[in-house]
């Protein structure tokens, strides 16, 4: 179906380069939308993807090349941008925490001046959410504070597709769906197509390859600040989108967890509130916490980290290290470099008489840098200087380099890309093997998949153990959904 | 009815201003009077006024430790040019506004922690004190004087004109978009940004808005004490963080509350006339003081926790 409309230019950016540093971030990367069409954009981690979002909306200035908006040269800038009906809803979740849904409307929406703007912000964004998501059941007065994390990445795409005076012409969706379940997720992909047909365009960027292929019109792949593949998205699949970026397929051989419960538990947690099953890891398992997404996974982790560690006094030996879901939260330290962000947590085996000895803290940071391959020139930088998923690679290592014999991961790979992911998948299981135990709450069913034994929650309780063979998606779907005993 | 947190924040300051003035009550039942409340809140208009402006300040996430020094800039000129030339007077106030504007400007450029920034600033302003008026003295404009002694019906002016500043700045700072705009630079500036705000623009006003509720505080101070002193409210920087501290508001983040900021001022007023009808003696009295600080925040406290707990229920 080629109409007229789907010919034109939404915005077109052309022979683009930025360097940051000494690093190449987009190196002559071209990207052009088209209204009328869903854009899938996929690429590795630091290959350049949320760069060229920010020179398409105006964050960034392009050192070299040209952005058109509609098809006529303008100045650049956040609100050439905005002014030409481009919204971005960001991988990090933008909204300002400390003000009403509402309020974060009019913040969002330069349309909604003047007086009664408050009842016209309230009925612009509950009538967007209804429509993306309905039957979603969010207070529009209540503060973002208060919502989850899957409340707010609602809201912010509520808010970004809603139009005060006129509808947007072109969303950029950046990881959308990083922490909404499965069902969410399914409802977003369905407005995303509604509002295509209706002449508006969407790029659209996501590690979830299904979705991709699914909503996208076309896919453009980026690898190493180039675009490396654009064709229609039915000339993909899965398997051809991961060749195009340049990741080594290690054929998924398919693992299957073994039952490894030996001698005596070295964690254990009665049910929870009463009902379900008790919680139980032994050395060198890992084992998964599935189920939909804020079902009180993340709570389980909490306190199982509570019950060893005092809340008041820091333990002297480490038992349980955590990796965190939420890093700009509660995983990273903005301020530090990367290489303080990662031996934040074993200073204690790196330091003689209570001093650091910066030695073995530098020698540290190179023996994680090349072991999960952590993409920067030097240690010393930033934390913030890293891509998302090199962020997340830190924080994994900073748990890893530590003593603790168990390690809790909150959905610790959101936003991760297929190759990083491998490499970790390995370090888990040569580190499970060397008997370390790993409990993982993951909202991805391949990771599930890895896991020796799986509990599944289901409102705030476990309620079915899944072991070796008897994971599959469909056992851990089956038990979501329905409280009875699965499997 | 399920109740904000806003307004949640709002319950302990509330409940410990009641608490406090039922026990001064208690204790000097001739306070229960006309002429009692106003004796026993009068000093605390000048102090919510510089509580306001340290809240706008904290609510961009800033921290501004010039204030007292500000006020007791502002108090002088009160005190000096606007009662024998009021247009030099307000001249001057213009001037030392825009002065609080740049300092928001250039905090935001050069990315400067603002309280070193407004640390050098207090050496400025308390100069410039100083050199007004180098010993006590100056004498009050009339119409200042006139105001802040007025007696109008019924309610003493204290009250009145506390309720009056929390009405308008909790419309300017809770329900008008610019404030909405405030409180997002103190939550979220890139987000602001983002949505095509000129957040250094906002800066600037809010450091403007906040010099105009530090001159309004010099000048109601002068209004009550008649004559000026070059450190006549030099304790207004640390009572100012307390009062928004107190009325439920935090350091970074952008949660503020004008409401409470008013209610924390008329605490912290209150919690001194308290010490003195407890016959506490004048040396114990900044230590009392400091322990009644703690009781509430600490109760604030507990409550943000039960707040958490009811939330991951």
């Avoid at chain 1, 022979?15 to 009328?36: H, N, W």
């Avoid at chain 1, 080594?248 to 509130?273: A, C, F, N, Y």
């Avoid at chain 2, 802040?148 to 009145?160: D, S």
Wanted: hydrophobic content about 50%; aromatic content about 6%.
């Amino acid at each position: 179906m080629i109409t007229a409309h789907q010919r034109q230019e939404v915005v077109a950016a052309r022979g683009i380069r930025v360097t940051f540093g000494a690093v190449k971030a987009l190196d002559g990367a071209d990207l052009v939308i088209r209204s009328g069409e869903c854009l899938g954009l996929v690429g590795h981690n630091g290959a350049g993807k949320s760069t060229i979002v920010n020179v398409i909306n105006g964050g960034l200035t392009p050192h070299e090349g040209t952005v058109t908006y509609g098809g006529k040269d303008a100045t650049h800038g956040i609100a050439t941008a905005r002014a030409n009906g481009v919204r971005c809803v960001f991988q990090e979740l933008s909204l300002c925490p400390n003000l009403t849904v509402s309020e974060n409307t009019r913040i969002m929406h330069a349309g909604l001046k003047g007086w009664a703007w408050r009842t016209r912000a309230l009925k612009l964004v509950e009538a967007q959410l209804a429509d993306v998501f309905p039957g979603h059941g969010i207070d529009c007065d209540s503060t973002v504070d208060d919502l989850s994390i899957a409340e707010r990445q609602m809201v912010e795409i509520a808010i970004s597709f809603a139009g005060a005076n006129e509808r947007p012409k072109l969303v950029i969706l950046d990881e959308p769906t990083s922490s909404l379940d499965a069902g969410l997720a399914a409802q977003l992909m369905t407005y995303i197509r509604r509002f295509v047909a209706d002449g508006g365009s969407v790029l659209l960027i996501s590690h979830i390859l299904g979705e991709i292929l699914s909503t996208s019109d076309r896919v453009v792949v980026m690898k190493d600040g180039r675009v490396v593949a654009d064709r229609a998205a039915s000339e993909f699949s899965t398997r051809t989108l991961v060749e195009a970026m340049g990741n080594v397929v290690r054929e998924q051989e398919l693992h299957h967890g073994q039952d490894k419960r030996l001698g005596t538990p070295i964690l254990s947690m009665p049910p929870r509130r009463g009902r379900g099953l008790a919680f139980e890891a032994y050395r060198g398992e890992i084992i998964g916490f599935a189920g939909l997404g804020g079902h009180g996974q993340t709570q389980a982790l909490l306190d199982i980290y509570l019950s060893r560690n005092s809340n008041w006094w820091p333990g002297r030996k480490e038992e349980l290290a955590f990796v965190a879901g939420d890093r700009s939260l509660n995983g990273t330290f903005p301020l530090w470099s990367i290489l303080k962000n990662l031996s934040i947590a074993s200073l204690g085996g790196l330091s003689s008489r209570s001093l650091v000895d910066r030695s073995r803290e530098a020698g540290l940071g190179e023996t994680w840098k090349k072991r999960i391959e952590i993409r920067t020139p030097d240690m010393d930088n930033r934390i913030l200087s890293l891509s998302g998923g090199n962020q997340q690679k830190v924080l994994f290592a900073r748990a890893l380099a530590t003593a603790a014999r168990t390690v809790l991961m909150d959905d610790p790979m959101r936003g991760v890309d297929v190759g990083t992911k491998q490499e970790v998948y390995d370090i888990l299981r040569s580190e499970a093997a060397a008997g370390r135990t790993f409990v993982w709450y993951s909202t991805e069913m391949d990771e599930i998949r890895l896991c020796d034994r799986v509990y599944v929650f289901r409102e705030g309780a476990i309620v079915a153990e899944l072991v070796g063979d008897q994971i599959t998606e469909q056992n851990v779907l089956a038990s979501s959904f329905t409280a009875g005993e699965a499997a | 009815m399920k109740l904000s947190s806003a307004t949640v924040r709002l319950i302990i300051p509330a409940a410990s201003l009641a608490l406090l003035l039922v026990a001064v009550f208690y204790m000097q039942p001739r306070a229960m009077s006309y002429t009692g409340l106003n004796l026993l809140f009068n000093l605390a208009v000048p102090i919510a006024l510089a509580t306001i402006a340290q809240m706008l300040i904290m609510a961009v996430n800033d921290l501004d430790l010039s204030m007292g020094t500000f006020v007791s800039f502002c108090a002088c000129v009160a005190a000096t040019f606007l009662q024998t030339s009021p247009a030099i007077g307000i001249l001057i106030f213009l001037g030392a506004i825009a002065v609080y504007a740049a300092i928001g400007v250039v905090i935001h450029v050069r990315e400067l922690p603002s309280i070193v920034v407004t640390l050098g600033m207090s050496f400025v302003w308390g100069g410039l004190a100083v050199l007004l008026l180098p010993s006590p003295g100056g004498v009050a404009p009339g119409w200042v004087r006139w105001l802040m002694t007025a007696k109008p019906p019924v309610v003493p002016v204290a009250i009145v004109a506390s309720i009056l500043i929390a009405a308008i700045t909790h419309f300017v700072v809770m329900r008008s978009s610019f404030g909405v705009a405030i409180r997002g630079v103190g939550g979220n500036h890139r987000s602001v940004e983002r949505a095509g705000w000129s957040v250094i623009r906002l800066r600037a006003a809010t450091y403007a808005l906040a010099g105009v509720f530090a001159v309004l505080s010099g000048v109601a101070l002068v209004g009550l004490t008649t004559s000026a002193d070059a450190n006549i409210a030099l304790r207004y920087t640390l009572l100012s963080i307390a009062g928004v501290i107190l009325g439920g508001g935090e350091f970074v983040g952008g949660k503020v509350s004008p409401i409470g900021a008013v209610i924390g001022a008329l605490t912290l007023t209150l919690a001194g006339s308290f010490l003195s009808f407890m016959r506490i003696s004048p040396d114990w009295q900044i230590g009392a003081q400091g322990a009644i600080l703690v009781v509430v925040l600490a109760l604030r406290l507990a409550l943000n926790r039960l707040e958490t707990r009811e939330k991951t229920r």
